[in-house]
């Protein structure tokens, strides 16, 4: 895992190549999978944008090491799972986004 920190998370990606409701599923086995690996990603320090573009490119030449060379500058040493899922919960766009207010404009019965 510590050599190629990319590979199980590309391969969960690549069995399951939904574009909604893959990536926190993804994220929370493979911080487990890092944690009994005896290591930690540091999500807080990854761009999403790049993340995702390394992601696109494992998954268009899977086994490649495409994700592997994009994490291995996050990679530190093992956080506890309480640790590991604090910085998951505070990873951007790893939380559920709050529900919009509705006004009552959108209330107002139709017809």
Known sequence: MTAHPGDVMGMLAYAHPFLDGNGRTIMVVHTEL????????????????????????????????????YLKSFVGPAASRAQASAILSATRGFAPEPPTPRTSQTMRPKG
């Open 34 to 69: 890092v944690t009994r690996a005896g290591i930690s990603i540091d999500w807080a320090k990854t761009d999403k944008q790049d993340y995702l573009a390394a992601l696109t490119r494992e998954l268009d030449r899977p086994g490649k090491g495409e994700l592997d060379n």
